[in-house]
């Protein structure tokens, strides 16, 4: 059985006295969760602070994006080894703000997925349409062409163990979240295009949807066949959403 996953992506919010009253609430407010993992990423200079705080906790953490390079003459990046020496375990790649704000093509997303691999770190690999894509009827051609750019450059082994998140842009931070259905749909979509490569590899891939999750949509979202968790965005800062939304995600 594959394993649930629910992330939070803090984006660019926080401070040290916020990130201690949220961590605080999380570590007391949620239950082990078994057969799921829960984990939270947060801007790199916050991560010791997440180090330190959620060590021997129930709660993960990683990072929001990683260089596409081991070290070297790459000004403000940070190298997926400088991650895992200090513990981060996931690593946010190909996010649609990083896609469409910072320019990150396919090439690189590809890149930056296999150096995240290479230092030991599981990718969070987020793929998804724009609305304009959805309406001209190119939404599966879109999010296959971002998966095949990913596993011509990893080769599918790479895709074990890995994590995916299915995430319309549409719905990011709009409060419209794809319907159950239309995420279904992604999710088996996606994993066939996966299983055409190997089966076992694709039964055993966590795919999250990720879109305006909120308490209220995450039981009904979670509940479908293909759907193994969130990537949260807004809700993950705020502790009782966040824990609901986790509660939301145990086993079907
Ligand atoms: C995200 O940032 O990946 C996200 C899904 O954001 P939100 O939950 O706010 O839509």
């Known amino acids: 059985m594959r394993s649930r996953l629910v992330a939070g ?9 916020a990130n201690a009253r949220l961590l605080d609430a999380l570590k007391s407010g949620l239950k082990p969760g078994a057969g799921t993992v829960f984990t939270v990423c947060a801007p790199f200079p916050y991560l010791a602070q997440l180090a330190a705080a959620l060590s021997g906790s129930q709660i993960a953490w990683g990072a929001q994006n ?59 690999l987020c793929v998804g349409e724009t609305l304009e894509q959805r309406e001209r009827g190119e939404t599966e051609s879109v999010v296959a062409r971002q998966l095949d750019a990913v596993l011509s450059v990893s080769g599918i082994a790479a895709l074990a163990g890995a994590t995916l998140a299915y995430e319309p842009v549409w719905a990011i931070g709009t409060g419209r979240n794809a319907t159950p259905e239309q995420a279904q749909g992604m999710h088996a979509f996606i994993r066939s295009r996966v299983a055409e490569r190997s089966k076992d590899v694709a039964d055993g891939l966590t795919i999250m949807y990720g879109g305006s999750v ?30 609901a939304i986790c509660e939301a995600a145990a086993p079907r």
């Open 9 to 17: 992506n803090w984006k660019m919010h926080g401070s040290l006295a």
């Open 66 to 124: 990683v260089s596409e390079h081991d070290s070297g003459a790459y000004t403000g990046e940070v190298s997926g080894a400088m991650l895992r020496e200090f513990g981060c375990r996931y690593a946010i790649v190909g996010h649609s703000e990083r896609r469409g704000l910072y320019g990150e093509n396919d090439g690189r997303v590809a890149a930056k997925f296999v150096a995240a691999r290479r230092a030991g770190l599981t990718p969070i």
């Open 214 to 243: 909120k308490p209220a949509n995450a039981r009904e979202l979670f509940a479908m066949p293909d759907v193994d968790g969130g990537l949260i965005g807004g809700a993950s800062l705020v502790a009782e959403d966040f824990i």
